[in-house]
């Protein structure tokens, strides 16, 4: 039975019929319908909070069945491709000593050897050891990088760890107003403001510049590390619409082929 969901080729070769399927990415207009998710608008002017309103999340993004196995992925892939090992051990050649026929070839009755820093022998060199620089960088389909942002996202709200708040404008610089406000909406120990922006407020700046465990992030460099290493994702109003209109976009295209192709460090 053909499935709707893949891209079937049939080519005639030889009397016979070849099906070629490639598999389809899942869009939102495959889904079911469901209704938005919805969440209050909060602030961000003062410690205790307050709600100026609702605001609906797409459903596609927001309300997602995860996908546990491709955030592994996506958490491996950050942990992985900047990782250069610099560990290196020495070949035969490179050892020193050994240029001399420890003893002759024939005559002794012995096993024979070329140099006393074969592999074979104890202080010799390491055969098929490891060799420095090695890089680990790998390039992770763009579509399990899409589908880990969107199920690390539905994640997030579905633990209420995610909030949404009207923009990121505080009225001081002191970092104790930004410690209280945390601390007094419980939304534990390590915060990632994201806005639209890199260009913040300057209080909001300066406010988290020398607190470790809150981050500021403008929506192009959202990634699933930093979601999940962060207890909250705080969410401006801009950086809400930002997202779902990126990914969206990419859940629905109409290239996936061309984008699941292999990656080319020239892209």
Not at 70 to 78: L, P
Not at 163 to 183: G, M, R, S, W
Not at 243 to 251: F, G, N, R, T, V
Request: net charge positive; glycine share 6%.
């Amino acid at each position: 039975m053909l499935k709707l969901g893949n891209l079937l080729k049939i080519t005639g070769l030889n009397g016979f019929v070849r099906f070629n399927s490639y598999p389809a990415v899942a869009t939102a207009a495959q889904t079911e319908w469901r209704p938005s998710r919805a969440v209050w608008l909060e602030n961000m002017d003062t410690v205790e909070p307050a709600h100026s309103g609702i605001v609906e999340l797409d459903n596609a993004v927001f309300g997602a069945s995860p996908r546990i196995d491709i955030v592994h992925q996506n958490i491996e892939w950050q942990r992985k491709y900047r990782f250069v090992s610099f560990a290196h051990t020495k070949t035969r050649n490179e050892v020193r000593g050994g240029g001399r026929k420890p003893w002759p070839q024939k005559g002794l009755g012995r096993a024979r050897h070329g140099s006393i820093r074969s592999p074979l022998w104890r202080g010799g060199g390491i055969a098929h050891g490891p060799r420095s620089p090695t890089t680990h960088f790998y390039m992770l389909p763009f579509f399990n990088r899409v589908l880990g942002l969107v199920s690390t996202l539905s994640i997030k709200l579905a633990q209420d760890d995610l909030h949404v708040v009207k923009n990121l404008e505080i009225p001081t610089d002191d970092p104790q107003y930004l410690q209280d406000l945390v601390a007094a909406r419980q939304w534990g120990p390590s915060v990632l403001f994201v806005d639209a922006t890199d260009v913040l407020s300057r209080n909001i700046s300066i406010s988290a510049e020398n607190i470790d465990h809150i981050n500021l992030m403008p929506t192009y460099g959202l990634n699933v590390y930093s979601m999940l290493k962060h207890n909250t994702v705080v969410l401006t109003e801009d950086a809400v619409r930002s997202i779902e209109s990126k990914l969206l976009e990419h859940l629905n295209r109409n290239d996936a082929r061309a984008q699941m192709c292999k990656f080319k460090y020239d892209k």
